[in-house]
């Protein structure tokens, strides 16, 4: 490990000793301008990453290094205190310093390195700015809304220019609505940082448009990493597969009709236009001999890719026109006697398919070819 | 419906009649005394009582010497709420227990204790007077220190149950902001569990103003250095009953305006 650290972003191989039987070992290489997500479920040891890479609790073993400087290796007494290590953390619920107002909470950080008080004002408010909240600078947090909340700690962040940029479950607090707003901003904010980014999350749609490649972490343990696709479609525990086991596609909504990679499929938000984001429960589906009829108004012929049982469960890849990851009953697939190579109807009712008005961030970069609709 | 939605609300919002009949008694003991007190106001004399000398004297010791008290609690009394609430110490349970002894202990033993520990024969008191020269007993430093000793154990423990209380995470974002400790307990801990602070300072106060016990034992009672108001209620209660009535009105007002005005805020905090 030792000769593979490089001089640039973020190095760290944390063990923690949370509990007698909790611990927590990951390894995390971060270059600087890309976003790594902490993708698992409560209690896997996220939290515990950050406070460790903050400096909130020093780690038990391993080694922090950011920007070619170590921040912690206990194996040489070597510590940076938190307020010495420069990393902008968005801590989950905010904690926006409740006593102060919106502008003094994001000059805390210049101020508190000396910054000069009209030169913090100056900053601060461009970033208050910048984020669109102009004109709420003497509030107090109590008087924000959470999206607003969240749109001050990602400032009082970003203002100090920090080496590292940690997102701990930035949106968990938010409702629908807002949230998919806060992640293009998010997203819009993450791609201008020059920095290495970690972004902490249990949803794993957050994971997929935010980040360039996902660590799945259960129990203390990284379980899988790799890009979005590779873990939608190859997932290697239970907890993965069900966690990111959607189906998700990016197409182009118009009147209830979404068009992806030239398939035709009808939706129940009529309301929708423009660019969207889709997504369908590998639960949602259904498998049919023969071409079904009554209410699924979402039918197509394909053929089984792949077959893998999961107990009770059983997991299907289909082919074209759209591949889908499918999971029926095992004693459905027993019964209608499935196989890779059956050739098969598929069905989803417009009511079980959701649409989000929202693009991933690095779909123009080519980066995820699933996210254009192409295939695995 | 229109008539009976009313109707039914007011049945059901009726608080049980015992309840009502037990807690009007109890308020009854605090209230039965203060009119009591009120009805022996000789208050066609109260100018020329209150503007008399031990009168004045004492009000302005009592007002001096109560505020030295809470200020020097402050002082003292949340760096060890402090260490109390955030570090782990051996004997920390044996700590909290000292820290209350004053709340429960009669006063007259806790000025008897000041004696001998700060007496100028006292196992502190010698070696001060050798080295400095200054005697504390029966003097307006005996009566700070004697309100400080039965008062700051109301300040540590309203601070400290407000450092336990308060969510460490905001220390640590405005650590991760580059906050030093020093400017973190500055500007996030003190101002989070500011009203528990101030309630904590108004307690203090409040108990310090009316100490009695612990100030005649260790600090005697002398007028203008040591005679404070309770003292002055004590000494004129056996020669002036009309001073005493009159010195007793003003702790009364003092005491009910201060915790009124700050009622909304420590109730909040406690």
Redesign the interface.
């Known amino acids: 490990m030792e000769g593979a650290v490089t001089r640039q972003g973020l190095e760290a191989h944390l063990q923690v000793v949370v509990t007698d039987a909790f611990r927590l070992e990951i390894q995390l290489s971060i270059p600087p301008g890309k976003t790594i997500a902490l993708l698992g479920p409560n209690g896997a040891g996220k939290s515990t990453a950050v ?1 460790a890479l ?3 609790r020093p780690i038990d073993g391993g080694r922090i290094e950011l920007t070619g400087t170590v921040l912690d290796d206990p194996e040489r007494a070597a510590f940076v ?9 968005v ?1 989950q619920d905010y ?1 926006l ?4 107002s919106v502008l003094e909470n994001v000059a ?2 210049l101020r ?2 000396g910054v000069a008080r009209d030169e913090a004002v100056t900053r601060s408010e461009t970033w208050i700015e910048r984020l669109g909240l102009g004109g709420l600078g003497v509030r107090k947090p109590s008087q924000l809304s959470g999206g607003q909340a969240q749109r001050v700690a990602l400032a ?1 962040a970003l203002v ?1 220019e920090p080496d590292l940029l940690l997102l701990d479950e930035p949106l968990a607090a938010l409702d629908v609505t807002t949230r998919a707003e806060l992640r293009r901003t998010l997203a819009e904010h993450l791609r201008t940082f020059p920095g290495p980014r970690l972004l902490i999350t249990h949803d794993p749609t957050e994971a997929f448009l935010l980040a360039d490649e996902i660590h799945v972490i259960e129990d203390g343990e990284i379980t899988q990493s790799g890009t979005a696709d590779e873990i939608r479609l190859r997932p290697r525990t239970a907890y993965v597969a069900d966690l990111v086991g959607s189906n998700l596609f990016a197409g182009v909504a118009d009147g209830g009709r979404v068009e992806t990679a030239g398939h035709h499929l009808h939706v129940a938000d009529t309301d929708a236009a423009g660019d969207v984001l889709i997504t369908i429960r590998p639960t949602a589906v259904s498998v049919h001999l023969h071409e079904p009829d009554g209410s699924p108004r979402n039918t197509w012929p394909t053929t089984i890719e792949l077959i893998e049982p999961l107990g009770e469960r059983t997991r299907l890849r289909t082919g074209g026109p759209l591949p889908l990851v499918i999971e029926i009953t095992t004693e459905a697939t027993r019964s209608l006697d499935l196989a890779a190579g059956t050739d098969v109807w598929v069905a989803v009712k417009a009511t079980e398919i959701g649409v989000e008005t929202d693009r991933p961030v690095s779909q123009r970069s080519g980066s995820r070819p699933d996210a254009a609709g192409g295939r695995p | 419906m229109s008539i009976s939605t009313p109707e039914r609300r007011r049945v059901r919002s009726r608080p049980p009649v015992f309840l009502v009949i037990l807690g009007i008694l109890g308020l009854a003991i605090f209230v039965i005394p203060f009119v009591g007190l009120l009805a022996r106001v000789p208050w066609s004399d109260l100018p020329e009582l209150l503007t008399s000398n031990i009168v004045v004297d004492a009000l302005r010791l009592s007002l001096l010497t109560s505020i030295a008290a809470t200020a020097l609690a402050a002082v003292l009394g949340v760096p060890l709420a402090w260490l109390m609430a955030r570090v782990e110490f051996p004997g920390r349970a044996i700590v909290r227990g000292i820290v209350t002894l004053p709340l429960v202990l009669p006063p007259v033993v806790g000025g008897a204790a000041l004696l001998f520990a700060l007496g100028r024969r006292g196992l502190v008191g010698e070696p001060l007077y050798e080295a400095t020269g200054l005697v504390l007993p029966f003097s307006t430093w005996g009566v700070v220190i004697a309100s400080t000793f039965v008062a700051m154990p109301f300040l540590v423990i309203t601070v400290e149950g407000a450092l336990r209380n308060l969510d460490q995470r905001y220390e640590g974002a405005a650590s991760t902001l580059g906050a030093s400790k020093w400017t973190v307990l500055r500007r996030v801990t003190l101002p989070m569990i500011g009203p528990s602070l101030l309630a904590g300072l108004v307690l203090t106060w409040a108990r310090a103003f009316g100490e009695f016990g612990a100030t005649i034992t260790f600090a005697g009672n002398l007028q203008g250095r040591t005679q404070t108001m309770p003292l002055a209620v004590f000494v004129a209660l056996e020669s002036d009953r009309d001073t005493a009535v009159a010195i007793s009105l003003v702790m009364v007002v003092v005491s009910l305006v201060v915790l009124i005005a700050l009622r909304e805020r420590w109730w909040k905090a406690l």
Do not use: C, D, K, M
């Not at chain 1, 205190?81 to 953390?89: A, F, K, L, S, T």
């Not at chain 1, 310093?97 to 102060?100: R, T, V």
């Open positions: 406070s903050a400096g909130l205190p938190p307020e010495q290590r420069h990393i902008g953390v801590f904690l310093f409740p006593n102060l805390f950080g508190s390195r009082r100090t």
